[in-house]
Nanobody, 115 residues
C-alpha cells in the first residue's frame, strides 16, 4: 500500500496550490479519502474528506470556501485545491485512506505560506 503526496511548496499569502495523492496497493474506489494537516506544535487535524459512495465532502471550518477536495477513481488519485492561502495554512499535509478498520497514511508534503 502506498499513498504518495505531491504539490506542496512555498506560496505567498493569497496564492494557490494543488496537492495530489496517488494511491496504489488497495481498491481506491472503496475508500474514503481525506487530507489532514499538522502545523508545528499542534495536533494533526482533518482538513477535508470525500467519501467513497456518492462523493459527499466535508471540510474544516477554517478552510470552507477556500479549499476543494476531489477524487479521480480512474487515476487512483485524490486532490486538494487550496486557494486564498493564509499563513495559518502552513503545515505538513497528509493524505489518508480509510475503509472500515483499514487506515493508511502518506508521508506528507510541506506547505509554507509566507511573504
Amino acid at each position: 500500500v502506498q499513498l504518495v503526496e505531491s504539490g506542496g511548496g512555498w506560496v505567498q499569502p493569497g496564492g494557490s496550490l494543488r496537492l495530489s495523492c496517488a494511491a496504489s496497493g488497495f481498491t481506491f474506489s472503496r475508500y474514503d479519502m481525506s487530507w489532514y494537516r499538522q502545523a508545528p506544535g499542534k495536533e494533526r487535524e482533518l482538513v477535508a474528506r470525500i467519501i467513497s459512495v456518492g462523493g459527499s465532502r466535508n471540510y474544516a471550518d477554517s478552510v470552507k470556501g477556500r479549499f476543494t477536495i476531489s477524487r479521480d477513481n480512474a487515476k487512483n488519485t485524490v486532490y486538494l485545491q487550496m486557494n486564498s492561502l493564509k499563513p495559518e495554512d502552513t503545515a505538513i499535509y497528509y493524505c489518508n485512506a480509510q475503509y472500515v478498520l483499514a487506515k493508511y497514511w502518506g508521508q506528507g508534503t510541506q506547505v509554507i505560506v509566507s511573504s
